[in-house]
């Protein structure tokens, strides 16, 4: 017995479990979603300290919250 399902019901059930997702575990999103951005900010920041002179991770932490919070979720 082979068990198949449509590619749009494939999608409408996917659906319907990100917006669930959405509305239950928002915070758990919010922190995932804010590490990457951590990440992204990091990895740019090292990428611009190697074009220049190297600098402090504090000052790698103050241009992360200065984008994130002109970025705010």
Not at 38 to 66: M, P, Q, T, Y
Request: proline share 0%.
């Amino acid at each position: 017995m082979e068990l198949s399902i449509s590619d749009e019901k494939t999608k409408e059930l996917l659906t319907e479990v990100m917006v669930e997702l959405l509305k239950t575990k928002r915070n758990v999103l919010y922190d995932v979603v804010l590490e990457a951005l951590e990440e992204v900010g990091l990895a740019n920041a090292i990428a611009e300290g190697r074009k220049n002179e190297f600098v402090s991770e504090d000052e790698i932490f103050i241009i992360i919250d200065a984008r994130l919070s002109e970025n705010k979720l």
